[in-house]
């Protein structure tokens, strides 16, 4: 994030609640496809990302 200018070496992770998705206008994604929890009048846009160079394919999911 650096080489676009944003500084993230004071933010952590975290999970969103109910009320972010509530005063988001556009909920995206990442692969889940169905395992989301739909919430009406939002618009989602769901985005995927690339397996890293050189991995062995898809890491196992972490919960």
Same mark, same amino acid.
């Given at each position: !994030? *650096?080489?676009? /200018?944003?500084d993230?070496t004071v *933010?952590?992770?975290r =999970? =969103?609640t109910t009320?972010?998705v !509530?005063q ?5 994604t990442m /692969?889940? /496809?169905?395992?989301?929890p =739909?919430f009406? /009048? ?6 995927? =990302?690339?397996? @890293?160079?050189g991995?062995?394919? @898809?890491?196992?999911a972490r919960r």
């Open positions: !994030m *650096t080489e676009e /200018g944003i993230i *933010t952590s992770p =999970l =969103l009320g972010d !509530m988001a206008d556009v909920v995206i /692969g889940c /496809g169905d395992a989301c =739909l009406p /009048g939002k618009r989602y846009e769901d985005g995927e =990302l690339d397996e @890293p160079v991995s062995a394919g @898809p890491a196992p």
